[in-house]
């Protein structure tokens, strides 16, 4: 069964940081492209990160470049999301997901170009 796990979400304070985790199973990470998302409320799910498979091209979103960090580990088949500088407006459900559509560095992800998808995660910053 194909399943992505996530954990880390939680209440921060703005300048704060949080780690947002995505533990596979059923899938190896290393031989897919994997990102990470985020919808605010009411807003549709925006591609934020990505990271293609071979690990030769990275995106971010304008929005958290230079503040936020996609990464795995192959011995624990996890994806990683490092977060810091947080802002209110960083405020969202996160997921994380999986596909084989390459990822450029110039292209933010879409939705439809992945097809395994974690449950969500809840970041809220707010002093």
């Known amino acids: 069964q194909l399943q992505l796990v996530e954990s880390g979400g939680g209440l921060v304070q703005p300048g704060g940081s949080l780690r947002l985790s995505c533990a596979a199973s059923?899938?190896?990470?290393?031989?897919?492209?994997i990102g990470w998302f985020r919808q605010a409320p009411g807003l549709e799910r925006e591609g934020i990160s990505c990271l293609s498979r071979n690990d030769d091209s990275t995106y971010y979103a304008d929005s958290v470049k230079g503040r936020f960090t996609i990464s795995r580990d192959s011995a624990k088949n996890t994806m990683y999301l490092q977060m810091s500088s947080l802002k209110p407006e960083d405020t969202a459900v996160y997921y994380c997901a999986a596909g084989t559509r390459y990822c450029s560095a110039y292209v933010s992800p879409k939705t439809y170009e992945y097809n395994s998808w974690g449950q969500g995660t809840q970041v809220t910053v707010s002093s």
């Open positions: 059923g899938l190896i990470l290393d031989y897919l492209t």
